[in-house]
């Protein structure tokens, strides 16, 4: 489920997907993902998304993997509130 919309970039978290721990992000014709830990980007992207998106998981990086887990686990999971 989605987790958090910053600057217009949808962001969320699948249950029971694959690893490594990732977030989906999706903005008009932008989809790509980020790993958590290494940063990684796949799909469609900006480089101001990307910049957004990395401000984001520097600030967050611990809560958006608790809700990795979470979610992995099939257990419901929270927005975060910024």
């Not at 958090?4 to 977030?23: A, K, M, Q, R, T």
Request: charged share 30%; glycine share 8%.
């Amino acid at each position: 489920g989605s987790i958090i919309i910053i600057e217009g970039l949808l962001v969320y978290i699948y249950g029971f997907d694959h690893n490594p721990p990732h977030i989906h992000v999706r903005k008009g014709e932008e989809k790509f993902t980020v790993t958590i830990k290494d940063r990684i980007v796949e799909g469609r992207a900006k480089s101001s998304s990307i910049a957004v998106i990395n401000e984001f998981l520097d600030k967050y990086e611990d809560e958006v993997l608790e809700i990795w887990n979470k979610a992995q686990r099939g257990e419901k999971i929270d927005k975060i509130s910024h």
